[in-house]
């Protein structure tokens, strides 16, 4: 007997698929941390490719919460490439694993303020083109730098991607991953129509998410980046 096909995916379950791009370095790892603020954060330290990062375990176990309860994915889009899978994903005891976006080269993010050079914002064209409906939330420190922000601002809908630009020096907080449920599972009663402006998203206060600027982001990565060099 033949295989029974699989049942097709419905539109409105296709509308409401999210995959997340997600960074590493000012993302889930701010490096370094005060002891104290580490201590108050619950952070946890480990070494991974010759480096020490600075890591908020709460943070990581959304990730697999949120692949186990909503109808999201995860992809790894960092310069670890495929260190995020080899290193990181056990030593953060995530219980997923998630795709992989090569780095192609040893740019790094050397070219984060320009769009059009800029490895990580190529990879998302691509993946915005090749998924004409699909909804991305993308998950940067580096989405700080104006052009890049402005440029995916600009072109692409509110609906359909989400920037999210945490300071570096604090990472991800509760206030962005409540940004990120919201836009899985957004209620029709806040749903935003195609012609309003998203704006990206930066929080630099662990507990309130308090809005930083731009400026300020970029320049706490480009400080760090001398002993890191990694995103």
Known sequence: MAAASAAPVSARRQARHVTVFLDVDGVLNSYPVPKLRSMAEGRKKLHAWHYELHYRPSIVEFFDRIVETHDVDVVWLSTWSQRCKSELEPKFGLRNSFDVIEMPDETHNRYAHDPRQWWKARAMEDWLATHEHGRAIWIDDDLAWPATREYFLENYSPNR???????????LTKAHL????????????????GDSKPVASKSGDPKTGDATTGNSATSEKKTTTDTKGTS
């Open 161 to 171: 991607l989400k920037l999210i630009a945490p300071d570096f020096a604090h990472g």
């Open 178 to 193: 409540k940004e990120i449920r919201e836009f899985a599972y957004p209620k029709a009663s806040a749903a935003k129509t």
